[in-house]
T-cell receptor
């Protein structure tokens, strides 16, 4: 059974650009969460979606947005990229509020 | 505000030398204390979820325990392949569906 799939695995963008990151959850999982992990820190919560509705939002600026599609896959969008947005972006899927399974992440570098 | 603190930040052990990692938490309405293992450049890999004080779970050389304020990850007779960053996270109750992570403990096991 496939795990959580994230694409792309690596990405280099220039300051001010926009980026879209994608996540496919484990089959049967209706909830998707996004986390940002800066080097040397633990992951920080950005969003959670369940059945296409936003269920939670972390302390991130409005430049960050997300959505969930009917097939439960999800996109994270970041506008007007800053150098400080460079991080590993992680997607996690779950059946309910327990048992979060993470993908391998997308490494975003902003130059 | 929910808070999770892990100690030590880094731990170096000799193969076979047992030790414990600490996770102190202040998470309102805690619904689950999670332990993950993370290898460099990869997403967190789920290890355990603990739900109530006094609960213990074991997996190979790892045992996780939970009190009302702390969780411990005990590593018995570690091997070099146990080297990784170990992350602790609390899942809060209420309507905010987020995991609050600590910064992690970097464990190195020397042969």
């Amino acid at each position: 059974d496939a795990g959580v799939t994230q694409s792309p695995t690596h990405l280099i963008k220039t300051r001010g650009q926009h980026v879209t990151l994608r996540c496919s959850p484990i089959s049967g999982h209706k909830s998707v969460s996004w986390y940002q992990q800066v080097l040397g820190q633990g992951p920080q919560f950005i969003f959670q979606y369940y059945e296409k509705e936003e269920r939670g939002r972390g302390n991130f600026p409005d430049r960050f947005s997300a959505r969930q599609f009917p097939n439960y896959s999800s996109e994270l969008n970041v506008n007007a990229l800053l150098l400080g947005d460079s991080a590993l972006y992680l997607c996690a899927s779950s059946v309910d509020r327990d048992g979060y399974t993470f993908g391998s992440g997308t490494r975003l570098t902003v130059v | 505000e929910d808070q999770v603190t892990q100690s030590p930040e880094a731990l170096r052990l000799q193969e076979g030398e047992s030790s414990s990692l600490n996770c102190s938490y202040t998470v309102s309405g805690l619904r689950g204390l999670f332990w993950y293992r993370q290898d460099p450049g990869k997403g967190p890999e789920f290890l355990f979820t603990l739900y109530s004080a006094g609960e213990e779970k074991e997996k190979e050389r790892l045992k996780a325990t939970l009190t009302k304020k702390e969780s411990f990850l005990h590593i018995t007779a570690p091997k070099p392949e146990d080297s990784a960053t170990y992350l602790c996270a609390g899942n809060s109750g209420g309507s905010n569906y987020k995991l609050t992570f600590g910064k992690g403990t970097l464990l190195t096991v020397n042969p």
